[in-house]
C-alpha cells in the first residue's frame, strides 16, 4: 500500500480541474497525456491499494481513509471516509480499468473534435466521481458521486451542445436522475432518522445484528427498511434506468460514443445495482423491498429485450440492452444472490463496453451514421471490429463459455432457486425466473438481429468506397475488451462446473455481500442447458429473420403485424405519456399559478387590493384638503376651542370605591380635587334620572329598600367653567 | 482592529470620502474597493478573533448613545451574525469591484458607490447590533440607499419597483416599531428599567395575547424580507428593476434580514407565539419553496427566474429555523451563505449578459457558451451551487435543513421540547425534497436556454458579447472558488455556528416549557438556566405522541 | 382702570382680528388683522402684567412687537412675491395646496 485511498478518485479529479483551467492552452497531445494519466494513476494506484491490502480487504472489513469531517451538526456527522472493501475494491478495479481503455479510446475517437481538452476533462471528472460513489463510506459522500457522476453525464451527453437535441438529452438525464435523488434522499434521511447514522458499515452492522430500529414498523405495516430500501432503490431506478424512470438513457446516446461506453453502459448505469448490494443487508431484513426489486428489475429487462427489438439505430439498440441487462443485475441483487448481480456487472462492463465501442468504431468508418438499415456487410472490411463484436454478441446472448452466459446463468439459476423472499411472497421467484428466460431469449435475437444487418449481406452504407478500420489506439482497448468479455466468466464459474472453489467472484464478494447462493448441482445443469437452448434458439430465429438482411420472414412478420410492430418501433409511446401525464400538466399548472395565483391573486388583488384601499381613503380625504388657509385656521379654532372644553373637564376621579353594606351603598371617591371644595358632586344611586344627593361631598351613602340590580350614576361638575363629566357603574345588591 | 464600532463606521467614513471626490468614477472608485477592501479585511480579523467554543456575543463594545432613553450602542458578534458579516464584506466587495454593478447607467456612479458603502453600514449595524433601538436605526437606514439604487440606477420600472420596494419593507418595520415600543415599556414594567438591551429582553415573557400580536408584528416584518410566499410579489419586481448591483446585494444579504431577524429577535422573544403560529409558517415556507420553484419555471425572464428561485431557496432556511434543531438552524444559516454566494452570483452573471446584449429575455439567448466560455463555465457553477449539487455550497444546508426536518419529531423529543413546533415533520421534508427536483428543473432549463442550442441569432454573433474581462475573472474566480470550498469544507463554518446555535436552542426550550408551566401569567422575567426549566420526564413522556 | 376692562377691550380686539383673519379674502387685510391679534395679546399681557406687578409682561410686550415686525415683513414679502406671480392678492386664488 504506497498512499492513501483518498489519491484513488483525487488523481482524476486534479486532472479534470486542471484540464478545465488550463487546458485550451494545450496541444492535444498534452491534454490527452494528462487525461490517460489521471485516470491511469488512479488504475495503478487502486490496484496497489487492492493487492496489497487483499488480506485486510477480504477479513477486516476493507481499508479506510478518512479524511476529515465533512459536515457535523448536533448528532448527524458525516466524514470525508473512503472505503475499500471486497465489493468496492473490485468496482475500483472495473472502475478504473474501463475509464483507462475508454480514455484511450477516446483519443482516437474524438481526435478531430475542437473541444478536446473540455472532453477529457469531463471524462477525468466523471472517473474522479465514480470513483468518490464506489468508495463512500458513507451515503452523503456516495451521494457526491452518485450526483456528480450525473452532473458528468450531463454535461458529456451534451458535449456537442450546438444541437439543441443534444442538450436536451443531457437536461433529461439530469432531471430523471434528480427525480432518482429525491428517493435516494428520503432513503438516507429514514435510515439516519432510525438508527441515527449514515456510515454504511455501521448501518450494515446494525442490519446484520437484525437491527429492531430497522425492523420497526414504520407505515402501513412495512419496517422502516422496507420504506428506505424502496426509497433508495428508486433512487437506484433513477441512475440505473430501470422502470420508471428509464426514459433517459436512450436519449443519452446523443452523447459521444466513449461516452455511452464508460458511462451508459459499464460504469455510472450500474451505480443503482452496486448500491443495492452494497446495502445488501439492510435489503435482506425487507424481503417485500427485494421482491419489488426484483420484480421491477424483471419487468425493465423484458420490456427493454421488446423495445429493443424494434429499434433501428446502432446506439439505441445497445442503449435498451443495457436497461434491459441492468433489469438482469437486479434481478440478481433483487433475489439476494448480490455476488451473482456484482457478477453481471463485472461481465457486463467488458461486453457492453466493448459492444459500445465497436459501434463507435463502425460509426466512425461510415462518418458517423447510426442506422442499421443503411449498413451491412462491414465484416470484411472492418476485421477487428467484426471479432471483437462477435464475441462480445456471443457473451451477451449467453453462448456458453462466453462470460455473459456464466453471469447471466448466475442470475437465472438464483432467480428460481432464491429462498430469500419468504413463503407469502414465493411466488415471486419463479415470475422472474420466467421473465428472466423471455427477456434471454429476447436478447439473443435483438441482439443477433443487430449483428447480422450490421455485419452480414450487402453494404447498404453510403461511404462503401473509403471504409476503413479504426486507429490502433481504438482497436487496442477494443481488443482489450473483447478479451474481457470472453475470459471474464472464467471468474465466477457455477460449483456444478469447475468444483466448490471455481466461484471466484462469490468467494471473493462474501465478506462484503455475504456467501454464494447455494444452487444445487442438478438443478444447475438443467438451467446451464436451458439457457443455452434459448440463446441458440434466439440466434437462430434471428439468422432466418435477417441473415444477411432482412428476409422474407421478417417482412411477412411486419406485414402481419403492423399495429404491433408500430407500437414497439414507437417505444410503447412512454416517452410521449410522461410528456402528456407529467411535464406538460406540470408546466400548465405552473403557469396557471404563475398567472392566477402570483400576478392576480397576491399581487393584482391582496397587494393592489390594499394600494386600493389606501389610494381610496386618500381621494376622500384630499376633498378635505382645500387648500384655503382661512379655513383650515376655522377647523383650527373650532378644534382648539373642543380641545380647551374637553382639557377643562374635572379629572376623572382616580380612585372610585363602591362599597356595598347590606343594602346600603357607600361611594367614596378619592379624588386630588375633591377635598378642594370647587366641585360639585351629584349622585343618583337608583338609576330614575333624578340626583339622590347632591353638593361638595365627593362621598355619598343610600340605603336600597328592595335587593337588585341598580345603575348608579355620579356626576362631577365644576362649576367655574360648567364642564362635567359622568361616571357609570352597574351594582348588585342582595 | 476588531472593534466593531470600526466594522460599521468604515464604510460610512469611506462614503463621506467618496462624496467629496469629484464626479465620475475615476477617483471615487478605486477608493471605494479600497474601502471594501478594508471592511473585508477588518472583517476577517473579527473572523480570526472569534472564539468558537463561546455561545453567546464576542467583541462587544457598549456606548451609551441616548442615555436618558437607555440607548446604547451595543454592538456584539456571535456564530449566527459572523458568517453573515463576512457575506456581507465580501458581496459588497465584488460588486463594487465588478463593472457590471450599475447595470446599463454609466452616469452618477460617484453616487452608487456612496450608496453601497451606505448600505454596507446599515447591513453590517443590523446584523451586529444588540440594541434594538439601534438595530431598528440601522434596518431602516438600509431601506434609504437600496430605495435610490433601484430608483435611480434602475430599469424601465424602476420608480414603481423602488416604492413598492419601500413601502412592503416599511409596512413590515413600522409595525415591528410598534412592537418594539411596546416591548420597550413591558420590559421597564417588569425591569424597572429603561433599556433596549437584546439580552435583557430576551430574558421577558409577556402575556399571551399581547405576545401573539407582538410576534406578529416581528415576524410580518421579517417574513416580508425573507420573503415568504405571499408576501414575496415585491421581490420579482425589485430584482428586475434593480441594477446589477443592487440584485446582488438584494440577494445576497438584504434577504437574509428576514431570517435573521426571526432567528434572532421573533423565536427568543416570543417563544411560545413562535410555537403557536410555527406550524402555518412552516406550511408557507414549503408552499414558498414549491410555489416558488415553479414560478421560476415558467419566467421568460432570466433575472425574473433567479428572483423566483430565491423565494424557494430561502424557504429552507425559513424551514430549517423553524425545526429548532441544531440541523435546522445550522443548515439554515449555512443555506444563507451558500444563497448569497450562488444566487449573488447568478445575478451578477445574468447583469454580465444583460450588459453584453441588452436584453434579459431566455428567448434571446442561445449557444453563447461558443462565445464566453469562460462565463459559461463559472455561471454553470453557480447553477450547480444553487441547484445543490453535492459538492458544492448548496447541498450542504439543504441537506442540514432536510434532515434536520424529517428527523425533527426524534430530534424534539430527545431535546425535551414539552411539544412538537410542528405537525408531520417527515411529510414537509419530503414535500420541500421535491424542490431538488424541480430546481434542476428551471435552472438547467434557463442555462439550456443561455448557453447551449445553435448560435443562431446575430446578436449573439456580435463581438459586443465578449467574454469576462480581468476584473470579472477575478470577481468570478472568487465566488466559484467559495462555492467549492463552501461545499467541500464546510465544517469551519458549522463549528463556529454551533456554540451559539446550541445556546439559543437550549434557552429557546427553557423559556418555552417555563412559558408552558405558565400560560396565562402577565409579564415576567424569566432568566433561562437560573431555574429548573426543563420538563420532568413524566411531563417529556405526555408529550410524546402516542403510536 | 381694573385689570378686567383691558381684558374686556383685549378680547374684543382679538375677537376683531380673528374675524378678520378668518373672513376677509385679501391678503393684506389678513395681515393686518394677524396684526390686531398680536396686539391684542400684548395688550394682554401688559394688562395682567401691570395688576401683577411683574415686570416680565413687559419683556414678552417687546417680544411680541419685535415678532409682529418680523411677521409683517415676511408675509408681505410673500404677499408681494403672490402678487407678483399671481397678480391677485385674492387668498382664494391661492390654493396650490389643494390635495
Not at chain 2, 450588459?355 to 449557444?367: I, M, P, V
Not at chain 3, 385689570?3 to 379674502?25: C, D, K, M, N
Request: charged share 15%.
Amino acid at each position: 500500500m504506497l498512499s492513501h485511498l483518498r489519491t484513488i478518485p483525487l488523481l482524476p479529479l486534479l486532472g479534470a480541474a486542471y484540464l478545465i483551467l488550463v487546458g485550451r492552452h494545450h496541444s492535444r497531445r498534452a491534454v490527452h497525456h494528462i487525461a490517460c494519466m489521471a485516470v491511469g494513476a488512479a488504475l495503478v494506484v487502486s490496484a496497489d491499494a487492492f493487492f496489497f491490502g487483499l488480506p485486510a480487504l477480504v477479513k477486516e472489513g476493507g481499508l479506510t481513509d478518512v479524511v476529515g469531517t465533512w459536515f457535523a451538526s448536533g448528532d448527524l456527522r458525516v466524514d470525508l471516509a473512503l472505503r475499500m472493501d471486497a465489493l468496492s475494491g473490485l468496482m475500483c478495479l472495473v472502475v478504473t480499468l474501463v475509464g483507462t481503455l475508454i480514455h484511450i479510446y477516446s483519443t482516437g475517437y474524438m481526435a478531430h473534435d475542437k473541444d478536446y481538452a473540455r472532453f477529457f476533462a469531463y471524462l477525468n471528472l466523471f472517473c474522479g466521481a465514480m470513483l468518490l460513489l464506489v468508495l463512500g463510506d458513507n451515503l452523503p459522500v456516495m451521494f457526491i458521486g452518485w450526483e456528480g457522476v450525473g452532473l458528468c453525464s450531463y454535461l458529456l451527453i451534451g458535449f456537442w451542445y450546438g444541437e439543441t437535441a443534444n442538450a436536451s438529452a443531457g437536461k433529461k438525464a439530469f432531471i430523471t436522475n434528480r427525480v432518482g435523488d429525491l428517493g435516494f434522499l428520503i432513503g438516507m434521511f429514514l435510515l439516519f432518522r432510525a438508527a441515527g447514522t449514515l456510515d454504511i458499515p455501521a448501518l450494515l452492522d446494525t442490519a446484520r445484528g437484525g437491527g429492531a430500529v430497522l425492523t420497526a414498523t414504520l407505515w402501513w405495516g412495512q419496517p422502516v427498511a422496507f420504506w428506505a430500501a424502496l426509497f433508495l432503490f428508486f433512487g437506484a431506478a433513477g441512475k440505473s434506468a430501470q422502470i420508471p424512470l428509464y426514459v433517459w438513457l436512450p436519449d443519452a446516446m446523443a452523447g459521444p460514443t466513449p461516452v455511452s461506453a464508460l458511462i451508459h453502459a459499464a460504469t455510472m448505469v450500474t451505480a443503482g445495482v452496486y448500491m443495492v448490494a452494497r446495502l445488501g443487508a439492510m435489503y435482506l431484513l425487507a424481503p417485500a423491498a427485494l421482491a419489488i426489486v426484483a420484480g421491477v428489475g424483471a419487468l425493465t429487462a423484458l420490456f427493454a429485450a421488446v423495445i429493443a427489438l424494434g429499434q433501428n439505430d446502432f446506439k439505441k439498440i445497445l442503449a435498451y440492452s443495457t436497461i434491459s441487462q441492468l433489469g438482469f443485475m437486479f434481478v440478481g441483487v433483487g433475489t439476494g444472490n448480490f455476488a451473482g448481480g456484482i457478477f453481471h456487472l463485472f461481465t457486463h462492463a467488458f461486453f457492453k463496453a466493448g459492444l459500445f465501442l465497436c459501434a463507435g468504431s463502425v460509426m466512425h468508418a461510415l462518418g458517423g451514421s447510426g442506422d442499421i438499415t443503411r449498413m451491412g456487410g462491414l465484416a470484411g472490411k472492418l476485421p477487428w471490429t467484426t471479432w471483437v463484436f462477435r464475441v462480445c454478441w456471443l457473451a451477451i446472448c449467453g453462448v456458453p463459455i462466453f462470460s455473459g452466459f456464466f453471469s447471466k446463468d448466475a442470475i437465472v439459476a438464483g432467480a428460481f432457486a432464491t429462498e430469500v423472499f419468504g413463503p407469502r411472497l414465493a411466488w415471486v421467484s419463479p415470475t422472474v425466473g420466467a421473465g428472466l428466460l423471455a427477456a434471454a431469449l429476447g436478447t439473443a435475437f435483438y441482439m443477433s438481429r443487430l449483428y447480422y444487418l450490421v455485419f452480414t449481406g450487402e453494404c447498404r452504407a453510403d461511404t462503401r468506397g473509403h471504409l476503413h478500420e479504426s486507429p490502433i489506439e481504438m482497436v487496442g482497448p477494443l481488443v482489450v475488451f473483447g478479451l474481457g468479455a470472453f475470459l471474464a466468466g472464467m471468474a465466477g464459474l457455477p460449483p456444478a462446473v469447475g468444483g466448490s472453489r471455481a466461484d471466484l467472484i462469490g468467494h471473493w464478494l462474501a465478506p462484503a455481500v455475504g456467501p454464494p447462493l447455494e444452487v444445487s448441482s442438478g438443478f444447475e445443469w438443467r438451467m446451464m442447458v436451458a439457457s443455452t437452448v434459448i440463446a441458440l434458439a434466439g440466434i437462430g430465429l434471428a439468422r432466418l429473420f435477417f441473415g444477411g438482411g432482412a428476409r422474407e420472414p421478417a417482412r411477412r412478420f411486419v406485414a402481419a403485424l403492423p399495429r404491433l410492430v408500430a407500437v414497439v418501433r414507437s417505444k410503447f409511446f412512454v416517452d410521449e405519456i410522461y410528456q402528456w401525464l407529467v411535464v406538460r400538466p406540470l408546466r400548465g399548472l405552473s403557469r396557471g399559478l404563475f398567472v392566477v395565483v402570483d400576478r392576480i391573486l397576491i399581487d393584482e388583488l391582496l397587494v393592489g387590493g390594499w394600494t386600493f384601499l389606501v389610494d381610496t381613503i386618500g381621494r376622500f380625504l384630499r376633498l378635505v384638503q382645500v387648500g384655503d388657509v382661512q379655513r383650515y385656521l376655522a377647523i383650527f379654532a373650532m378644534g382648539l376651542a373642543a380641545l380647551v372644553y374637553v382639557m377643562a373637564r374635572p379629572a376623572a376621579p382616580s380612585e372610585l370605591k363602591i362599597r356595598i353594606e347590606g343594602r346600603s351603598a357607600v361611594v367614596e371617591l378619592g379624588d386630588r380635587e375633591a377635598t378642594s371644595g370647587k366641585l360639585d358632586y351629584g349622585f343618583d344611586f337608583d338609576g330614575d334620572g333624578r340626583e339622590d344627593r347632591s353638593g361638595p361631598s365627593p362621598n355619598a351613602t343610600w340605603s336600597y329598600t328592595r335587593p337588585g340590580r341598580y345603575r348608579l350614576r355620579i356626576r362631577v361638575t365644576d362649576p367655574q367653567w360648567s364642564t362635567a363629566r359622568t361616571i357609570e357603574r352597574t351594582i348588585d345588591i342582595r | 482592529m476588531t472593534d466593531l464600532t470600526l466594522t460599521v463606521l468604515i464604510p460610512l467614513l469611506g462614503a463621506v470620502v467618496v462624496i467629496a471626490t469629484p464626479r465620475g468614477d475615476r477617483t471615487s472608485r478605486p477608493i471605494g474597493i479600497v474601502v471594501a477592501l478594508v471592511s473585508l479585511v477588518q472583517s476577517l480579523l473579527i473572523l480570526r478573533a472569534f472564539d468558537k467554543s463561546i455561545g453567546a456575543f464576542q467583541l462587544e463594545t457598549d456606548r451609551p448613545w441616548v442615555p436618558a432613553l437607555g440607548i446604547h450602542f451595543h454592538l456584539g458578534v456571535d456564530g449566527i451574525s459572523l458568517w453573515l458579516v463576512l457575506l456581507t464584506t465580501l458581496m459588497v466587495f465584488l460588486t463594487l469591484l465588478s463593472p457590471q454593478a450599475m447595470g446599463l447607467h454609466k452616469t452618477r456612479s460617484r453616487e452608487f458607490i456612496v450608496a453601497m458603502l451606505v448600505l454596507e453600514t446599515g447591513m453590517l449595524g443590523t446584523f451586529l447590533a444588540i440594541d434594538l433601538f439601534a438595530f431598528y436605526v440601522f434596518w431602516e437606514l438600509m431601506l434609504i440607499p437600496m430605495y435610490f439604487i433601484i430608483g435611480i440606477w434602475g430599469g424601465e420600472r424602476r420608480l414603481y419597483a423602488a416604492i413598492k420596494f419601500v413601502i412592503f419593507t416599511l409596512v413590515g418595520s413600522l409595525l415591528m416599531l410598534a412592537a418594539i415600543l411596546y416591548l420597550y415599556a413591558q420590559v421597564h414594567a417588569v425591569t424597572g428599567q429603561w433599556t433596549f438591551d437584546y439580552a435583557t429582553w430576551a430574558t421577558i415573557t409577556l402575556p399571551r395575547g399581547p405576545e401573539l400580536l407582538c410576534f406578529l408584528a416581528f415576524t410580518l416584518a421579517f417574513m416580508i424580507k425573507v420573503p415568504l410566499v405571499p408576501l414575496h410579489t415585491w421581490l420579482p419586481d425589485a430584482h428586475v428593476e434593480a441594477p446589477t448591483g443592487g440584485s446582488v446585494i438584494l440577494a445576497a444579504v438584504l434577504l437574509k434580514f428576514g431570517a435573521y431577524g426571526f432567528l434572532r429577535f421573533a423565536l427568543p422573544f416570543f417563544p411560545l407565539a413562535a410555537q403557536q403560529t410555527a406550524p402555518i409558517i412552516a406550511w408557507l415556507a414549503v408552499a414558498g419553496i414549491i410555489f416558488g420553484a415553479l414560478m421560476a419555471w415558467v419566467q421568460d425572464d432570466v433575472k425574473k427566474l433567479v428572483a423566483y428561485s430565491s423565494v424557494s431557496h430561502l424557504g429552507f432556511v425559513v424551514l430549517g429555523i423553524l425545526v429548532l434543531s441544531d440541523k435546522g438552524i445550522q443548515g439554515g444559516i449555512f443555506q444563507m451563505l451558500a444563497h448569497g454566494i450562488s444566487t449573488g452570483g447568478l445575478f451578477l452573471a445574468v447583469g454580465i449578459l444583460y450588459d453584453r446584449r441588452h436584453t434579459r429575455q431566455l428567448a434571446d439567448f442561445g449557444g453563447l457558451w461558443k462565445k464566453v466560455p469562460v462565463l459559461g463555465a463559472c455561471f454553470l457553477v453557480l447553477v450547480l451551487a444553487s441547484a445543490g449539487l453535492p459538492g458544492l455550497c448548496g447541498f450542504v444546508g439543504e441537506f442540514l435543513v432536510l434532515s434536520g426536518t424529517f428527523t425533527a419529531g426524534k430530534d424534539w423529543r430527545a431535546s425535551g421540547l414539552s411539544s412538537p413546533m410542528f405537525g408531520h415533520p417527515a411529510l414537509l421534508a419530503g414535500l420541500a425534497a421535491t424542490a431538488a427536483i424541480l430546481a434542476a428543473v428551471y435552472l438547467l432549463t434557463m442555462y439550456q436556454r443561455v448557453m447551449f442550442g445553435p448560435l443562431d441569432k446575430p446578436e449573439n454573433r456580435d463581438p459586443q458579447v465578449r467574454d469576462l474581462g480581468l476584473r470579472e475573472r477575478l470577481v468570478f474566480g472568487v465566488l466559484v472558488l467559495a462555492a467549492l470550498v463552501m461545499g467541500v469544507a464546510p465544517q469551519p463554518i458549522l463549528e463556529r455556528t454551533a456554540a451559539s446555535v446550541q445556546a439559543l436552542t437550549a434557552s429557546y426550550r427553557d423559556r418555552l416549557a417555563e412559558a408552558h408551566a405558565n400560560p396565562d401569567g402577565p409579564a415576567r422575567r424569566v432568566i433561562p438556566g437560573q431555574r429548573p426549566a426543563r420538563p420532568t420526564t413524566a411531563q417529556a413522556e405526555r408529550a410524546r405522541p402516542s403510536r | 382702570m381694573p385689570t378686567y376692562a383691558y381684558i374686556l377691550v383685549s378680547l374684543a380686539l382679538f375677537f376683531v382680528g380673528t374675524a378678520g383673519v378668518l373672513l376677509r379674502r385679501n391678503a393684506l387685510i389678513v395681515l393686518m388683522s394677524v396684526e390686531l391679534q398680536l396686539a391684542a395679546g400684548t395688550l394682554a399681557l401688559l394688562a395682567f402684567s401691570r395688576a401683577l406687578g411683574d415686570q416680565k409682561g413687559h419683556v414678552f410686550a417687546f417680544f411680541v412687537m419685535a415678532l409682529a415686525a418680523a411677521e409683517a415683513a415676511v408675509g408681505l414679502a410673500i404677499v408681494v412675491s403672490v402678487f407678483r406671480t399671481r397678480r391677485t392678492a385674492n387668498l382664494d386664488d391661492v390654493n396650490a395646496l389643494k390635495g
